[in-house]
């Protein structure tokens, strides 16, 4: 995974609660393999669905096309547990999310791909949001995660909370199944204590088609 | 203090605490589907990983795959997503429940089905409406494409124990009021968000009073209020249900597992970080109004005025009348619609099936509108073919599909057109989910047969006389 140290780019606002994946990345670049996510990134928002007219939507607008932040509302990324959403993000440019509140699925989603949810106080959400509407894009923010502050182009300082075990993974770029395959020796204690004392959990079988699919017993 | 049911299961399951602190929690039972199995796949061949326990994992597509026979086609046609999950599949040796198994059908309609997913069993699957099969007293958890792949190769799913949620519905429902009108209303009370963060029990006289496939129904919404799993206590019910299913235990080994599953209850004096107690008896059939799941009104009610909304809400409400199309203050019923879908892992088992053809029995589809009924599974739409079900349905003027996602995602292509008002027995009704610019307003199986029927939202209960 790509490590995430400092982040210095344009902010762009996106206010709306409840903004969910459908939305993020809709079915139509979903359900093509060889889709590009960075377009179907907001796919319809950006393209008003049939009709041609320009869409007025933030990250259509020249001064937000090269966005590296986006600003949310709250309960960013509900709905479907589409990893593509958070893919689709990444591949626009954009390396680092503030809002007042994720989706849990999402804001895993978000950790596993190097892409930094910063959580913040509804206010300071606000203060935000009109920090960014007020730059246009016409100057750069810095999100520095060693520091877990925001610099807004007013020399302004946010400061934001994460955990350090989720820093660190972000810093070094960590591989998350590495970190569980560790415990290996544990798994496979579990799997020996569970077939004595619980033996259905482990003993499971299910016939492949042919050999037999009739009802059993 | 006394535990929980989640507290029980989770504490029989963990493997131990990741050194960031993350619990450890073994998955007993994995349920792939092909639109992510097949990413997971290639990305642990790339990184030179294997599939740590094959024999617990199953694969069953059913979101990319056709639901119509092409003309003088022998057989169901597939995907290219469920081709590289039928390689990926063979490669790490997993069973796959393909598109011409008799066993084929939703992953989450399947699950329970075939005994894959049972009482006190932790299951992961790549899909947010893991929970459903909470409703029998499995521990599932949804996830990601990267987690998807963490579980195959560790077996084990890397997760912060979530803090509980005790959501009691109480009350005896009206006749003609269904598990989906409760958990309709349920998201209209506690909004979109309120299970962020949470791992919900649901409990209380109306889920205990609810058959296996209406609770079944009841977990599957737990996604859209934001919750990541749910469950409700097994009781005889439920191990009624599981008995005799493919992959149950059986003989001495299933007596074994109805005594362990009897202690999986919450203790008297457990702890929940919240309670919330909902009363269901005054409840009327309910139908979405809006693009989000909270955004809902009892059948008879009218489409509220945004104006009475605050701040956020407000333009939330505004936006959402836009796009349906839809003038404050209007009744819901008598609005005109084009297409209805009765399927999806919400509401396409067996008894919808059999309380749609009741329902309709002898009359037929209203001239102009699309109704399609995709079920939930093979083996249920077998079923229903060999009870008459299809029959009824077919001559009334349904479209009768074969088991798959269908217009709930629209990943395979079932989509309606652009503007089209749609009532629907899924879970989604975000902007452009069913198609581009399509109006979907979320309902019960009998709700949506009424509509098709009559051409128009009506209130079931009194267009059944």
Not at chain 2, 5 to 28: E, N, P, S, T
Not at chain 2, 220 to 245: K, M, Y
């Amino acid at each position: 995974m790509e490590p995430f140290t400092t982040l210095e780019g344009v902010a762009a606002s996106l206010p709306q609660d409840d903004v969910d994946t459908d939305q993020i990345l809709p079915t139509p670049w979903l359900r093509d393999p060889k889709a590009d996510l960075a377009k179907g990134l907001f796919g319809y928002l950006r393209r008003v669905p049939a009709d041609k007219t320009e869409s007025d939507f933030v990250l259509e607008q020249p001064a937000f096309r090269q966005a590296r932040i986006l600003v949310c509302g709250s309960n960013f990324g509900c709905g479907s547990s589409r990893e593509h959403a958070v893919w689709a993000v990444k591949a626009f440019g954009i390396r680092c999310l503030i809002a007042a509140s994720f989706a849990d699925i999402f804001r895993e989603n978000c950790l596993r791909n190097g892409v930094l949810a910063i959580r913040l106080p509804a206010e300071e959400i606000e203060g935000l949001h009109r920090a960014v509407q007020s730059v246009k894009g016409g100057a750069p923010f810095v999100v520095n995660l060693e520091e877990k502050r925001i610099r807004c182009p007013d020399g302004r300082a946010i400061a934001f909370d994460i955990s350090d075990h989720e820093r660190e993974a972000l810093m070094l770029g960590l591989d998350d199944i590495g970190l569980t395959e560790r415990h290996v020796s544990d798994i496979e204690q579990w799997e020996n204590t569970s077939r004595r004392s619980l033996p259905f959990l482990q003993d499971f079988r299910i016939a492949p088609f042919n050999t037999s699919n009739k009802p059993s017993q | 203090m006394g535990s929980s049911l989640i507290d029980k299961i989770w504490a029989v399951h963990r493997v131990g605490q990741r050194g960031d602190g993350r619990d450890l929690v073994y998955i007993d039972r994995h349920v792939l589907h092909d639109l992510h199995a097949g990413h997971a796949f290639a990305s642990l061949q790339r990184n030179g990983r294997g599939v740590r326990r094959p024999d617990l994992t199953v694969s069953v597509p059913d979101h990319t795959i056709a639901t119509r026979r092409m003309p003088g086609s022998p057989g169901r046609s597939g995907s290219s997503f469920a081709d590289s999950m039928r390689s990926g599949s063979a490669r790490f040796g997993i069973t796959m429940l393909d598109i011409d198994d008799p066993r084929q059908g939703i992953v989450h309609v399947v699950s329970p089905e075939l005994g894959i997913a049972l009482p006190g069993v932790t299951l992961a699957c790549p899909d947010s409406h893991a929970s459903t099969v909470g409703a029998i007293g499995t521990l599932a958890f949804a996830c990601g494409t990267s987690e998807l792949e963490h579980v195959l190769a560790t077996q084990v799913i890397a997760i912060h124990k979530p803090k509980l949620m005790l959501l009691r519905l109480d009350g005896t429902l009206k006749a003609g009021v269904t598990a989906k009108d409760v958990a309709l209303h349920l998201i209209g009370q506690i909004g979109v968000a309120a299970g962020r963060g949470f791992a919900i029990e649901f409990a209380g006289s109306a889920v205990r009073a609810m058959d296996i496939d209406g609770r079944l129904a009841l977990s599957n919404l737990t996604s859209e209020f934001g919750g990541r799993t749910s469950i409700v206590a097994p009781d005889d019910a439920t191990f009624q249900w599981c008995h005799g299913r493919e992959c149950a235990p059986k003989g001495a080994a299933w007596d074994a597992a109805v005594s362990w599953w009897r202690t999986l209850t919450s203790d008297d004096d457990a702890a929940f970080d919240r309670m919330v107690t909902i009363d269901c008896s005054e409840l009327a059939p309910q139908m979405t109004w809006g693009t989000d799941p909270s955004q809902v009104a009892a059948i008879d009610g009218r489409v509220p005025d945004p104006g009475t909304f605050e701040g956020k809400a407000r333009s939330a409400a505004d936006r959402a009348l836009a796009y349906m199309d839809l003038q404050p203050g209007r009744p819901l019923a008598g609005l005109p619609i084009d297409r209805v879908f009765i399927g999806s892992c919400a509401n396409s088992r067996i008894s919808d099936l059999r309380a749609v053809a009741k329902f309709v029995d002898g009359r037929r589809v209203s001239p102009g509108v699309t109704a399609v009924v995709v079920p939930g599974s093979t083996a249920i739409k077998r079923m229903a073919e060999a009870e008459g079900i299809a029959k009824v349905l077919q001559e009334a003027g349904f479209e009768w599909r074969d088991s798959g996602c269908s217009m709930c995602a629209g990943v395979n292509g079932d989509i309606a057109k652009p503007g089209e008002r749609c009532i629907s027995t899924t879970n989604r009704n975000f902007e452009n989910r069913q198609g581009a610019g399509v109006r979907t307003h979320l309902a019960s199986p009998l709700t949506a047969a009424a509509a098709a029927l009559a051409g128009r939202i009506v209130d079931h209960r009194k267009a059944a006389e």
